[in-house]
């Protein structure tokens, strides 16, 4: 789940620069408020021990000073978000491409990807800590190493191919591939096979039932609407369903 750098609205044009603050200080990811807004935090701490004290003008003073100390701390921290968030998305693209490797056939015949998967899954973890801890350097380096040794297994595997078209790319179909993995491949999400289905219909009678040889037309242009729409059908009919675009 991505980190909004105020904490959680998506719009503060009808908040005051308090209250701006306040939703910047509770940010889901306690650790990048800590990391990049110490003084404000502790400005503003000291503004609701006043508040709470009954002495209403010292603590609207102790909120001013926060405002103006945020101003000071709010770009790193903002950056720091926004990298967290980068970086959380490629943890989430990870962990699909190493299901979808393991979810191909040739993978349970090989005896090293038991060792890759091992392996990749410390990386996973220890990205996932680092992001907990708002270290996006370290979970980006984690990340790095795990998709390293997942492609490595792709190679080793003979998953996938791609050529290119004049008027996109093709994915050509290897031994053991399906729109699953396909999608998993080509979009970082395997929930997107339908896209791949919709695109070739007339080549695919059957989305179950693809051959080696064949090739698809992979688009990236799909609008939103269509992207929501075929993870929503996926998950509801399964991956390996026939899909009769209904």
Not at 143 to 158: R, T
Request: positive net charge.
């Amino acid at each position: 789940m991505l980190l909004t750098a105020c904490g959680g609205k998506s719009s503060s044009e009808n908040l005051t620069p308090e209250e701006m603050v306040r939703q910047a200080l509770n940010n889901p990811n306690k650790a990048c408020v800590d990391k990049h807004l110490p003084k404000t935090k502790a400005k503003m701490a000291e503004a609701d021990k006043l508040a709470k004290s009954n002495n209403a003008e010292g603590a609207k003073k102790a909120e001013g000073e926060a405002v103006e100390i945020f101003k000071k701390e709010d770009v790193a921290f903002k950056n720091a978000v926004d990298a967290v968030n980068a970086q959380s998305a490629r943890y989430d693209e990870t962990v699909a491409r190493k299901n979808n490797i393991a979810s191909h056939p040739n993978a349970a015949k090989s005896s090293k990807w038991a060792q890759v998967s091992a392996k990749v899954d410390k990386h996973l973890a220890n990205a996932k800590n680092a992001l907990s801890k708002c270290d996006p350097n370290k979970a980006k380096s984690e990340l790095d190493a795990a998709n390293a040794l997942l492609a490595e297994m792709e190679q080793l595997l003979g998953i996938g191919g791609q050529a290119a078209s004049t008027d996109g790319s093709v994915y050509v179909v290897k031994k053991g591939d399906n729109l699953w993995y396909i999608a998993g491949k080509q979009y970082s999400n395997p929930f997107m096979w339908p896209i791949i289905y919709w695109t070739n219909q007339q080549k695919i009678k059957d989305p179950d039932l693809i051959f080696p040889k064949q090739e698809f037309n992979i688009v990236q242009d799909s609008s939103a609407d269509e992207k929501a729409k075929a993870e929503r059908l996926a998950k509801t009919r399964g991956p390996w369903s026939l899909y009769d675009n209904k």
